[in-house]
Each structure stands twice: as structure tokens, then as C-alpha cells.
């Protein structure tokens, strides 16, 4: 019982520590640890954060989290995990069907004690013009405060796997157009950008893909005027996709900008 316990406070602390590291582990996204899952099985997935789509696991904790859900055709039920728990999603059978997990954090504050830190990610992340516009707001070159959240969903098929997906009212997300577990991918995966309920024409998107080797290619997409990208695909491949929000932050006035994630995290069956 102790031994149970004391490796639950570990894990609390770790995940803790990492969450609290966004410049240094940039993406986040949920990971089932099986993307097809029989009917009778259990469903497990885990909260992930780092670079590259390679990165440690994180407890679930409620302080940090704003929302965390699952949908299965019209029907969303909020998931209700144990502090520490890990992996943070843990259900012991779901029907058939098109799953959506989802999960939304409260938001985390970060400082910068250098300019050229905040620039550069906001550059990595299609921000290029936000030296003019952190100039013309007259604010600090240094010790200013970022506030980050993370608005993540992943696509699992139970059984048949038939459904679709659906916005869930993240405050961003990405909607898939394809089932990737019953569709034909040939001619790529659809999603569509959402950014409070509207589209986000023109976002940059990071696209991961990764091997079975777990070898690790990185695109850069763009949507359209839409909000529309179609993300190319190959059968037996893992992906994760991502595009960030940055917002000047308005009620706060220690606070000077806001970054909002959105993932989407799914599987092509061979």
C-alpha cells in the first residue's frame, strides 16, 4: 500500500514539473495506447508532452485540467481519473464505434527572461511579425509573461470503429472530415480549423508522422481560406497534428500574450 502510494506521489511530482516546461516541451497530445480497440477491451491512453511527437507520459491531475471528455456518436460523458493516475485514461470498455477523447488544461503561466526565447518560438510557430507587434504594444523585451493551454483530441476506433467526428466546442481544435479507421486515405486526410467556433483561414500546422520504427518525419501545412488542410497520409503511419493560437492577453496585467494548442492524434491501419 505504501509502495503504491509513494510511486503515485513520484508520478504527481513528475508530471508537475514537466507540464510546467512548455518552452522546452512544446507540443502535447493524447495518446491511446491502442488506436484500434476490440469492443470487450479496455481503453488506455496517455496525456504526452515534448518534441518531435516523442515525450514523457503525464499524470492526470484536476487542478490542471479544464476538461476532459469522451464522445461517442452524440453522446460526450466527462472523464473522471484520479489525481496521479497514469496513464491518465483508463476505461474498462466502450461500445462500438468512432471514440473521441478530448482534453482541454487550465492555462499555465510562463516568463521570458530574453527576447530572442519568446521570438524564436513564435517564429518556429508562424508568428514572424511578432517583434513588430510586441513593439508597438510598448511592452518589456524581457521578464514579460506568456499564458499557454492546450486544447488536445485523438480519434479511436472501437470495434467497427464507424462514426465520425465532430467539434466538441474546444476553444480550438481541429475537425477531421475522414474516418481514418474506415475511410479511403488515398487522396489524404481532410481536417478543418477552429478557433472560438470559426475557422482559422491561413494557420500554420505542424504535421508529425511516425513509423513503427517510430522514426519521425515533420511537415509544415498551412489552411486555406477555409481553414481547410488535407493532411497526406500512409497506411501503418501514427500522426499528430498541431497549430497554435497567439492572442494578446487582455485580462491580466502582468499577463501580455496567450497561446492556445490544438492537437488532433490518430492512427492509419495498414
Known sequence: MFTCL????????????????????????????????????????????GQNFVGPKLVYFARRTHSFDVTLGDHSTAYQGRMGDLPALQIDQMDDGLLIISHETVPEMLTYDTWEKFETFADHKGFADIGQKHQSRGLPRQGFTESYSRHAKALVSIGSGIGSDRLLGLETEFLAYANPYTDNL?????????????????????????????????????????????????????????????????????????????????????
Open 186 to 270: 488515398e487522396q489524404g486526410f481532410m481536417v478543418q480549423l477552429f478557433y472560438q467556433g470559426n475557422v482559422r483561414p491561413h494557420a500554420q500546422i505542424e504535421m508529425y508522422e511516425r513509423a513503427s520504427d517510430n522514426a519521425v518525419t515533420v511537415s509544415i501545412l498551412h489552411t486555406d481560406a477555409q481553414g481547410l488542410a488535407n493532411i497526406p497520409t500512409k497506411p501503418g503511419f501514427t500522426y499528430l497534428v498541431d497549430a497554435v493560437v497567439l492572442r494578446p492577453a487582455t485580462d491580466d496585467v502582468e499577463q501580455v500574450w496567450e497561446t492556445l494548442w490544438a492537437a488532433l492524434t490518430f492512427a492509419v491501419p495498414e
Open 6 to 49: 509513494y510511486r503515485r506521489l513520484v508520478f504527481v511530482i513528475v508530471g508537475l514539473s514537466l507540464t510546467a516546461l512548455p518552452a522546452l516541451s512544446h507540443e502535447f497530445w493524447i495518446e491511446p495506447q491502442k488506436y484500434q480497440v476490440e469492443s470487450d477491451m479496455p481503453v488506455i491512453a496517455d496525456l504526452r508532452s
